[in-house]
């Protein structure tokens, strides 16, 4: 007798997703009526604005419309390649997020990390509201904020350097240290939010794995080494990947309150290049086209790093 092949068993497939699904909905219809605003906004600010992408391959005029303005192929995007300014604007853009990055990348986890120890919970909780409390201050309050503090005439800093018998320090208007404010800021405003992310990561480690550790005689170095970060690992990850993704973004709305055209050298980033070339000069086609490219190499930036967390670490949010 010839072996009997292997049955496909029922409700596996993708033929079996339809069915199954309209199972999900009927049994959980109420969850599903609560994603229609969801889906419905994603929809309406997210997809259908994409239509727009057009103008980047077109010399777009806005009184004659979508439709009715030149094509013009590769034009912008030749001269987005070419151009002085954005060779400068790509270069101030990579360099403030890769700062971002390193130095503030680590820094909630470290925080996370030292709270988690902590016993004296009133103590605990007083410090992540304090610290995450400036995540809801808008960057134009913050802007004011670091202005004040930072002030040549009367700033706090520059007063205590003066004390010191030290000169002066012009943060807003010296390109060398400016890019040192908008890092720092950052820092300042997010640090307290992301930690909050990390302190709720904790919560998927089981407890009985620092009981174990314990009784074999771990210390806390170590529980923190194979216990604590393998354990926060994926969440890391996905926050990394997430982080790639907006490497292009660099913190547009925080530049465009804090920067001025003396120190456009080290801080004009794509953000605020697209929004002077296009609400200032109007050329809306061209800064489509600079969109557009961010927006590209965002996603592959994404794709890859999910793809090498995948290869090497065997974790990725897809």
Same mark, same amino acid.
Request: aromatic fraction near 14%; charge should be positive.
């Given at each position: 007798m010839k072996p009997?092949?292997? $049955?496909?068993?029922?409700?596996?497939?993708?033929?079996?997703?339809? *069915?199954? @699904?309209?199972? +999900?909905?009927?049994?959980?219809? +109420? @969850?599903?009526? !609560?994603?229609? *605003?969801?889906? !419905?906004?994603?929809?309406?600010?997210?997809?259908?604005?994409?239509?727009?992408? %057009?103008?980047?391959?077109?010399? #777009?005029?806005?009184?004659?419309?979508?439709?009715?303005?030149?094509?013009?192929?590769?034009?912008?995007?030749?001269?987005?390649?070419?151009?002085? +300014?954005?060779?400068?604007?790509?270069q101030n853009t990579?360099?403030?997020? !890769?700062?971002?990055?390193?130095?503030?990348?680590? !820094? *909630? %986890?470290? %925080?996370? @990390?030292?709270?988690?120890?902590?016993?004296?919970?009133? #103590?605990?909780?007083?410090?992540?509201?304090?610290?995450?409390?400036p995540h809801f201050l808008s960057w134009v309050i913050v802007s004011g904020l670091f202005i004040d503090l930072l002030s040549v005439n009367g700033g706090l800093v520059n007063k205590l350097l003066n004390s010191m018998g030290m000169e002066s320090v012009a943060f807003f208007l010296d390109n060398s240290v400016f890019r040192s404010v908008l890092v720092t800021s950052a820092g300042w405003k997010e640090t307290g939010w992301s930690t909050i992310v990390y302190l709720a990561a904790f919560s998927?480690?089981? *407890?009985?794995?620092?009981?174990?550790?314990?009784?074999?005689?771990?210390? $806390?170095? $170590?529980?923190?080494?194979?216990?604590?970060?393998?354990?926060?690992?994926?969440?890391? %990850?996905?926050?990394?990947?997430?982080?790639?993704?907006?490497?292009?973004?660099?913190?547009?709305?925080?530049?465009?309150?804090?920067?001025?055209?003396?120190?456009y050298k080290v801080s004009d980033v794509i953000g605020t290049y697209v929004y002077r070339q296009g609400l200032g000069n109007q050329d809306y086609s061209f800064t489509t086209a600079v969109g557009l490219f961010e927006a590209v190499i965002s996603f592959t930036l994404v794709v890859v790093g999910n793809s090498l967390s995948k290869k090497y670490l065997q974790r990725g949010i897809w």
């Open positions: 009997e092949k292997d $049955k496909p068993q029922a409700g596996t497939g993708k033929k079996a997703y339809m *069915p199954t @699904l309209a199972r +999900d909905i009927r049994k959980e219809w +109420d @969850l599903y009526l !609560l994603l229609i *605003p969801g889906i !419905l906004f994603i929809l309406l600010f997210k997809y259908t604005p994409m239509y727009g992408i %057009i103008i980047a391959f077109k010399d #777009f005029n806005i009184f004659t419309g979508f439709a009715d303005s030149p094509w013009v192929g590769w034009k912008h995007f030749e001269k987005l390649f070419t151009s002085p +300014d954005f060779s400068r604007v790509f990579v360099i403030i997020s !890769l700062l971002k990055i390193i130095i503030l990348f680590p !820094l *909630p %986890i470290v %925080i996370a @990390l030292m709270l988690n120890e902590m016993k004296n919970m009133m #103590f605990k909780r007083s410090v992540q509201t304090v610290i995450y409390l998927m480690i089981d *407890p009985a794995l620092y009981e174990a550790a314990k009784i074999d005689g771990a210390s $806390k170095w $170590k529980q923190l080494w194979h216990i604590t970060l393998p354990g926060i690992a994926p969440i890391i %990850i996905l926050m990394f990947i997430l982080r790639l993704g907006n490497i292009l973004e660099a913190g547009t709305e925080q530049i465009l309150v804090m920067y001025n055209p003396v120190v």
